[in-house]
């Protein structure tokens, strides 16, 4: 009898979802995207309504070769790639290509469960056009952008830098926030805290702040200012003038998404957003428990729906009753708003079963994966749990012309909070903080243990880390849940970010670079047009825009802009950028240039001056001479002669390697024979610590142009 084939995207995700087909199924897996714009051109007829002009992606041929055998031998094929607009174009591409439309079937798993598996199947849908044309606008879109305007940088500035249609929008909130932070002039300001204690009873003291200095707010500006208010309020009796109790209640989170995933993970685990989706990835494509096999732990991790399946809420709130009490169990379940924009038939992300707690599955988890899998199965419980209830007491004190307000926090029922709290970022406040007053009662006098003046200054917003750059483009509307992580991974590739501290901080390359697109491509730039963008390619997706009517419109500008760019953007290249480092051969200032190896410091009286200098950055980002530095010694490479390793040297013509055993011995090689004679890999660009490589990541494809969309 002939079988059926299901055709997923990865071998991991073929294995979990073999375990439950049975032997009537062949599962096969794609390894990703099999066809694509092709790498080494435009691959993209604008004159022809933007035709794509696919390829088949070169290392995939022989996946192909193989899924076209298994289709012949099978009556129907089912398509599971992911269920979202990644996973509908390999699809698609796939039907095209083996021309299986006559019995091809799109399933949709949102969890790889027993349950989920068999119903998508069971009730398998049609390829939907217009997931595909949206991903292939996208696809396009993206190319136009890269491929076009990355030529131009390599003219202006350097070769191998990209511009991204989402990316550079996302560089740019960076370089903007850190010349805000620049820019920024910190306002001295006081405040007057006077530390109380009861007469009588409970001494417990407590520092309440003024607030308000004959009947003005409290609004003080300098020292002296502050002296004159602490020298009025001292001798001063005081008094609680008002005692204001209030039950705060703070509700349990929704369940995660993409982006909260993202940052909660970056707060909590300090994971950077690429590692979170990998291992997210990993738990949704199956892991091996032991006698039972594969299991997809969480469901799909690529989503912006909040919404829940009836049978998993069902599950979680049983799992609450028997676990935590049914003092923890709100009467209805708790429901959370959706945004427009999200795909509906998405769910949130959250364990296929509540009831696999961390615990049982830890025998079977790296440490990371059993990190962030606890972390999505307490966020999922506690979503579904009671609100927090607060104490809340605010107390005024009188004390003369003078008032000063402290307020005091106490939990009286711990809600969902028992489970699972909120990350917060450093520069804010901890709502869950509990502040203990002794109790107070209006009219009682209170004894004054200490007044002070406090100096402050106002702060600059602080910098981006991963996780509030993701916040920032969710609440903008750029970007989407499959580009948040490729975003952050591509601008910190190309070195126009680094992470100081954990926080995202614009190289000069980063800031050139920007400067130069949002002068020739301000709309490209545009935070409000690129999220409308955005906007309209879901639209593509619902069916109401055509996607070449919507190309059609963009190129109209963007085309006008590319050959005003061609002529008129600056080029660095010629004009560097200016630094206030002296040239110490003739006085005159120095400027970053950018050559084949990197940026370099340049004599602005070039050519009349020659003096050029290596340079880097130290910690606060500022320009550090680097002098020349001993040969590294590459202990993975021996030479082939007399066994010494060899040294990485510069010549004439770039970098080479050389025995070290020179002069007894002077043999030389080129990198290139090194990487084809023996299985190491020479990377240039790792700084010569000898890192082996897969070959695929060899240093000649570093500049390569299948990297510069994203
Ligand atoms: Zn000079
Ligand atoms: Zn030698």
Known sequence: MPKSLVIVESPAKARTIKKYLGKDFDVEASAGHLIDLPDNRLGVDIEKDFKPQYVVIKEKKKFLDQLEKAVRKSEKVYLASDP????????????????????????????????????????????????????????????LVGY???????????????????????????????????????????TIEAELKKLLGDSTPFVATLIRFKDKKVDIKSEEEARGVVEALRGEKYRVALVERKERLR???????????????????????KKTMSIAQKLYEGVDLGDEGPVGLITYMRTDSVRVSEHAVGEV?????????????????????????????????????????????????????????????????????????????????EAGEGVFRVTGSLIKFPGFTLVYREGKEEEEEDKDEEKRLPELVEGEELMLVGLEGKQHFTQPPPRYTESSLVKELEEKGVGRPSTYATILSTIQEREYVIKEKNRLKPTILGRVVTDLLVEGFPEIMDVQFTAEMEEKLDKVEEGSINWVQLLKEFYKEFSKRLKNAESSMRSLKREGVPTDVRCDQCGAYMIIKWGR????????????????????????????????????IRHDIRCDLCGEPMVVRSGKY???????????????????????????????????????QGKRKSFKKVSSSKAIEA
């Not at 602005?604 to 001993?630: T, V």
């Not at 050389?658 to 700084?687: I, T, W």
């Open 84 to 143: 979202d607009r990644e996973g509908e174009a390999i699809a698609w591409h796939i039907v095209e290509r083996l021309k299986i439309r006559d019995k091809a079937y799109r399933v949709l798993i949102h969890e790889i469960t027993e349950k989920a598996v068999l119903e998508a199947i069971r009730n398998p849908t049609t390829l939907s056009r217009d997931r595909f044309e949206a991903q292939q606008a996208r696809r396009i879109l993206d190319r």
């Open 148 to 190: 076009q305007v990355s030529p131009i940088l390599w003219k202006k500035v350097k070769r191998g830098l990209s511009a991204g249609r989402v990316q550079s929008v996302a560089l740019r909130l960076i370089v903007d926030r850190e010349r805000e932070i620049e820019g920024f002039k910190p306002e001295e300001y006081w």
């Open 251 to 273: 509700n349990a989170p929704p369940p995660f998404i993409t982006s909260t995933l993202q940052q909660e993970a970056s707060r909590k685990l300090r994971f950077p957003v």
């Open 317 to 397: 709130r049983e799992y609450i009753r028997n676990t935590y009490g049914l003092e923890f169990l709100p009467e209805q379940p708790n429901t959370f708003k959706v945004k427009k924009t999200a795909q509906d038939a998405h769910e949130a992300i959250r364990p296929t079963s509540i009831l696999r707690t961390p615990e049982s599955v830890k025998p079977f988890l790296t440490e990371d994966e059993y990190e962030l899998y606890r972390l999505i199965w307490q966020r999922f419980i506690s979503s579904q749990m009671n609100p927090a209830v607060y104490d809340q007491t605010t107390v005024e004190i």
């Open 597 to 632: 190896r990197g940026e370099f410091l340049s004599c602005s009286r070039y050519p009349d001056c020659k003096n050029a200098k290596q340079f880097e950055y130290s910690g606060n980002g500022e320009i550090r001479i680097k002098e020349r530095s001993e040969p590294q």
């Open 654 to 692: 770039g970098k080479f390697l050389g025995c070290s055993g020179y002069p007894a011995c002077k043999n030389v090689k080129r990198f290139q024979d090194v990487e084809k004679g023996g299985d190491s890999v020479v990377n240039l660009e790792d700084g010569g610590k000898g890192k082996k």
